[in-house]
């Protein structure tokens, strides 16, 4: 008898085992740690991702797996290879960015750094997990390490009713995605016999005539939970009120490395597992990509500046929009010969998008320090305060937007909109051209406004400002309006302490730069430095989208 | 039936032990009545009239339900290794004693943040 233990192969799983044993760490040593020393916590964080992002280098050749069966057709449960590599890259990377974004947030927010910082790796081990696991007990499991730290994260801010509502409501509609999964794959296990995902491909290839309906069943309510945590429409209502409930990083987070588990889990199990059944699931995703777009787009496209949060809140519909471009190469996988060649596209467009939305998020982080409203009027005349603050930020959403500069943006749109001409979907990329031409309306709204004249009067926003404005909205004082930020309180001249918080705010705001905190500032520039760097090579992540990764 | 001998050993010396102890507190424990000792017996704290409709709970109770699956979890992990320990051999033991020690980091956790004291 052969023995039923597998070998482990520990440098393919390093990635991920890294970052999970660096978070048991954080956590057992914020346990002993005195208060003074806690900052410590994000440093040993951000360490633990950089090593996690160094053991992706032995494993390049992408020919490594491991948890195989020791009998039968030894199929493996972890496999290393290219396409898993490209994701753990970007969680990892993201999870790193996310980091530096963090250290001051938790700082300044008394955010209880071990658990805080525990839960980011907790939730970054699952989604590197994600993309290299194969068989579907494993991928629903990495989803839901990957999902239940982030429900913690969104409501990691005590006493703050706004965000235990966004955590409760991201929790309650998740748990019942990953449900509505877990019942797809038991239909799917119920019609092949098998959990790994080649044999399910075969085991579908020939189901019992008697079985079909339950196994499209099956192929179409796993596609669920995916589909949720890359808030693809009708599963993306959680993403505004969450985004915004959030720590701004949380919310970075969310829809980078979150998005990246989602869709990395869609393209494993249509790709690979759900092969023969692309008559289904290739319709499905078709629409879902369509309409996820196409609401993202228009959903943005509502938002008004003056609102609070309307900054962060821009992006979450931006988010969902960018979701839908990410799904239309899976889409096109469905009705393409050679389905895996699609999913580079995929890959390619999410590690451009994550580099420049982690960058956006960071730019509004760095306008929240002085300016905490993360409202888009407070975004006028960034030029004039942070010429360099301003030009990064115009440089990532022109990305987003993919126009020139943002070379890399345009490219990545094209890799996509080409999987959808290659495969005849037509109508598909008419929707997506549809889709692109209507976000840079807000995109391009965005950057003008970074590089509009300042106001005579600042706006003022001071937490001062604010409360008095809050305390004593019954005083119709004639208010010096400012003129472009209608609705954004009405400067009562009347208190002192109100002038004197305009006016300390217009005495700081030249020096903006100097206040700034450095891992935000190293943040913004890696970010930037890695779109820059895309945009002059961009063959370093188009490779990706020809040829196959798997 | 030579193979369901111990098991028959060990119900006799179960209810060997469980009458003995019975029977021993009986002859040989003092028999001192208090107010205390006649009082209903409710999960260690003092019964009270209950407010109509349930009343409230302390949201404490919900804290150590959920210490209690944690644990709970571990032994169910535990069970299947038991019953397949010379299968797996050193490997397991290994494994285990990891998974052991990741249970351990929850329940450090628990007691370090005062999750173990009532008030």
Redesign the interface.
């Known amino acids: 008898m052969t023995s039923l233990v597998q070998s482990v192969d520990w440098v393919a799983v390093a990635p991920v085992l890294v970052t999970a044993l660096t978070g048991l760490a954080v956590l057992v040593t914020d346990l002993f740690l005195a208060p003074r020393h806690k900052p410590l916590l994000g440093w040993v964080t951000i360490a633990g991702l950089a090593l996690a992002a160094l053991c992706l280098i032995p494993l390049t050749d992408g020919d490594r797996a491991t948890f195989c069966l020791t009998t039968g057709d030894r199929q493996c449960s972890y496999v290393a290879d290219h396409f898993a590599l490209a994701v753990q890259l970007l969680v990892v990377g993201g999870a790193l960015l996310t980091a530096l974004l963090s250290v001051t947030t938790v700082r300044r927010e008394a955010l209880p750094a071990g658990e805080y910082w525990f839960l980011l790796l907790s939730s970054a081990a699952g989604a590197a997990l994600l993309p290299a696991s194969r068989d579907l007990a494993t991928l629903i499991v990495a989803l839901e390490v990957a999902s239940l730290p982030a429900f913690a994260l969104v409501g990691l801010r005590r006493g703050d009713r706004g965000s235990a509502e966004a955590a409760l409501k991201f929790f309650l509609s998740s748990v019942v995605a990953t449900a509505v999964s877990l019942l797809g794959v038991s239909f799917v296990y119920a019609a092949t016999g098998s959990l790994h995902l080649d044999t399910v491909a075969g085991g579908l290839d020939d189901v019992d005539p008697r079985l079909n309906a339950l196994a499209a069943l099956g192929v179409v309510l796993t596609l669920v939970g995916f589909a949720f945590k890359l808030a693809a429409v009708p599963f993306h209502f959680w993403v505004p009120d969450s985004y915004v409930g959030a720590p701004l990083p949380v919310a970075a987070y969310l829809s980078v490395v979150g998005k990246s588990a989602g869709f990395s889990g869609l393209a494993l199990v249509t790709v690979v597992a759900f092969r023969p059944y692309a008559d289904t699931w290739g319709p499905a995703l078709a629409v879902l990509a369509a309409l996820t777009m196409t609401t993202g787009n228009v959903a943005a496209l509502r938002q008004r500046p003056d609102q609070p949060a309307s900054a962060v809140r821009l992006l979450a519909w931006s988010s969902v929009g960018q979701a839908g471009y990410l799904l239309v190469p899976l889409a096109a996988a469905g009705y393409h010969d050679d389905p895996e060649e699609m999913v580079g596209a995929t890959v390619a467009y999410a590690l451009m998008y994550a580099v420049v939305n982690l960058g956006a998020f960071a730019v509004v982080a760095l306008v929240a320090e002085n300016r905490p409203g993360h409202r888009l009027t407070d975004h006028r005349a960034l030029f004039s305060r942070n010429p360099l603050a301003a030009l990064t930020m115009g440089f990532f959403l022109l990305c987003l937007a993919g126009l020139p500069p943002g070379v890399i943006g345009l490219f990545a749109k094209v890799a996509v909109f080409r999987t959808a001409v290659d495969s005849g979907l037509g109508w598909l990329a008419v929707v997506m051209a549809v889709n692109v031409t209507i976000a840079l309306y807000y995109y391009l709204k965005w950057t003008a406004l970074l590089f509009a004249t300042p106001t005579t009067a600042t706006p003022t926003t001071t937490p001062a400002a604010r409360a008095t404005a809050t305390t004593a909205p019954a005083a119709p004082t004639p208010g010096t309006a400012t003129p472009g930020a209608p609705g954004q309180a009405t400067a009562p001249t009347a208190t002192g302490s109100t002038v004197a918080g305009s006016t300390a705010t217009a005495a700081r705001e030249p020096s903006v730069p100097a206040s700034v905190p450095h891992p935000l500032t190293a943040a913004i520039a890696l970010a930037a430095a890695l779109g820059v760097a895309l945009s002059g090579a961009p063959q370093l992540i188009l490779r990706l989208a020809s040829g196959t990764l798997f | 039936m030579n193979a369901y001998a111990p098991i028959l050993v060990l119900g006799g010396l179960a209810a060997v032990f469980a009458i003995g102890s019975v029977v021993a507190a009986a002859l040989i424990g003092p028999s001192r009545y208090n107010r205390a000792k006649v009082e209903a017996y409710e999960c260690g704290i003092e019964p009270t009239p209950q407010a109509v409709g349930g009343g409230r709970f302390p949201i404490k109770y919900y804290l150590t339900a959920m210490l209690f699956i944690i644990f709970d979890i571990e032994i169910i992990f535990l069970y299947p290794w038991a019953v397949s320990f010379d299968?797996?051999?050193l490997?397991?033991l290994v494994e285990m004693l990891l998974f052991a020690l990741?249970v351990a980091?929850a329940y450090?956790?628990v007691w370090?943040?005062g999750g173990l004291e009532w008030d």
Do not use: D, I, S
């Open positions: 299968a797996m051999g490997f397991g990741t980091v450090a956790y370090r943040r």
